[in-house]
């Protein structure tokens, strides 16, 4: 069991994207099933075309972004739910002068961020 405050979660640069940045709320050694993590894209800011292992649930806090998830592009904003399956290539482009933030829970298995080139 535990209690925190979100801003007292360290975030971290992520080594990928634009100004992006990641603070895990509740690790996999917290809960046993999923863990939560908030990401935050500056203004101006993306994350590239990738794939992950695990499946993403997000909740959209703040700001607007281009997501483009396998070849559908999405505009997404606060209040909006996304749900990414896992091995299906997406990215995300900061729209606005507000940074991007959302919610993202995903399970605790093996997970990996794997970089992949767009087909034009």
Known sequence: MSVKHSHEVPSE???????????????SN???NFALRKFSIKSGGSMPFHYNLVEHEQYV???RAKVLIDKEEFIVKAGDVVYIPATVPH???????????????VPNREDETVIVEKDE
């Open 13 to 27: 640069l992520l080594p990928v994207g634009k100004d992006a940045f990641k603070a895990v709320l509740i690790s």
């Open 61 to 63: 806090l703040s700001g």
């Open 91 to 105: 990215s995300y482009e900061t729209i606005g002068d507000e940074a991007f933030e959302f919610l993202c829970i």
């Open 30 to 32: 917290e809960g046993p």
